[in-house]
């Protein structure tokens, strides 16, 4: 038990740092939106059952509505048809929501272009210059994004030709889904897939091309700048729900800090 108490100690001192990467879940939270013809997810909502009141003098509580896919949440193969053969987010092992991080970071060109595609180009500079991609970790693409997350509006970034958000190229999703082991994606956009992805070819191809290799996607992250580009670990937590396509989720990232 020495790595766990040396790493319970290193938390408690403060050299080993948690970050919390997820975003505040409430009703003004940012969802997807899809064309109408389609069906919706709902905002998130508490609706209370009793706050020290008549209905429960001593005890406040409420339920919740939302859907699985709200906020910074987790996204299973079983959500796209090219994973409708994979796990459902239940089925995931536990020893798979956890791993090392590479931070993937273009919020300057995403500043400068809202519509910025990640290629495989990019990854190789960053391999260049950090070495392989983690196996068994996640690839956290940072794009200042979330500094958006607060403003419904400003997160979509809509006009009359649609969302116009960072995401991932066709062939770089592919490359990612078939050329590393990792885990999975991570982005600080409503989804994994840029605003214009309905457009590409095909479309959609951070979700068909994640969930067909059985990778994992979470989206609406935020603090992705204060971790390093490698050495953080990642702990997805969603809940285990039964059939489910995915959850929200609360992501945590550990940073080994100089103590």
């Not at 500094?147 to 770089?172: E, L, M, V, Y």
């Amino acid at each position: 038990m020495t790595a766990l108490t040396d790493l319970a100690t290193a938390v408690g001192t403060g050299h080993v740092e948690v970050i919390d990467l997820t975003a505040p879940l409430h009703s003004d939270t940012p969802i997807l939106q899809l064309p109408q013809q389609f069906g919706q997810t709902e905002p998130f909502q508490l609706h209370e059952i009793s706050r020290y009141d008549d209905r429960g003098p001593a005890w406040y509580w409420n339920n919740i509505t939302t859907g699985e896919h709200t906020g910074t949440h987790f996204d299973a193969p079983v959500h796209w048809v090219t994973g409708r053969d994979g796990d459902d987010v239940a089925a995931i092992a536990p020893s798979r929501l956890i791993g090392p991080a590479a931070v993937v970071d273009h919020a300057a060109e995403s500043a400068a272009d809202p519509d910025f595609l990640l290629e495989v180009e990019h990854l190789e500079a960053w391999q260049a210059e950090h070495g392989p991609l983690p196996s068994g970790g996640w690839l956290l693409y940072r794009t200042g994004w979330d500094a958006r997350a607060d403003d419904p509006d400003a997160f979509a970034n809509a006009d009359a030709n649609g969302p116009h958000t960072p995401g991932i190229s066709p062939t770089c999703a592919r490359w990612i889904a078939e050329q590393t082991d990792l885990l999975g994606l991570g982005v600080e956009t409503v989804g994994t897939d840029a605003g214009a992805a309905p457009t590409f070819e095909p479309p959609f191809p951070c979700h068909a091309e994640l969930a067909r290799s059985g990778k994992y996607g979470l989206t609406s992250l935020r603090n992705l700048d204060r971790l390093p580009p490698t050495g953080a670990v990642v702990i997805a937590a969603p809940l285990p729900i039964v059939g489910g396509s995915g959850s929200p989720a609360r992501v945590l990232a550990l940073v080994e800090r100089d103590s």
